[in-house]
């Protein structure tokens, strides 16, 4: 039997798979309780090009009290900050990798404003 953190990541490894197999640059996610992270990763793997999370100094004095990390407006805040930075490094278009997190809450609120910012997924 599987654990819930097991079937995450096997979730996760599948979805890696695939967007491999397209040799594109892709946005991987990675919540916590408190936070939540955004990477741009290479399409071959080997370099980050943009990451953004809510442990930065500016997003955590932008959110107020500690603890505010781990909500929908900082998702919001964070997809938009990583796809300014993403284009900035001349990325356009990405995959998205959920990391077998479910599409709902801060995943989608994140995923939505990069969207929003100018990302392609």
Known sequence: ?????????????????RIANQG???????RTN????ASVISG??????ATASTAEAEVRQS?????????VAAAQIIGKRVAEKAKAAGVEKVAFDRA???YHGRVK?????????????
């Open 34 to 37: 408190l936070h939540i992270y």
């Open 100 to 102: 077998g997190f479910a």
């Open 24 to 30: 594109v640059a892709r946005l991987t996610v990675n």
């Open 109 to 121: 609120a994140l995923a939505d404003a990069a969207r929003e910012a100018g990302l392609q997924f």
């Open 63 to 71: 959110l107020g009290a500690s603890g505010k990390g781990g909500n």
């Open 44 to 49: 071959d793997g080997s370099k980050v090009l």
């Open 1 to 17: 039997m599987l654990t819930k953190k097991e079937q995450r990541l096997r979730r996760a490894r599948q979805t890696r798979i």
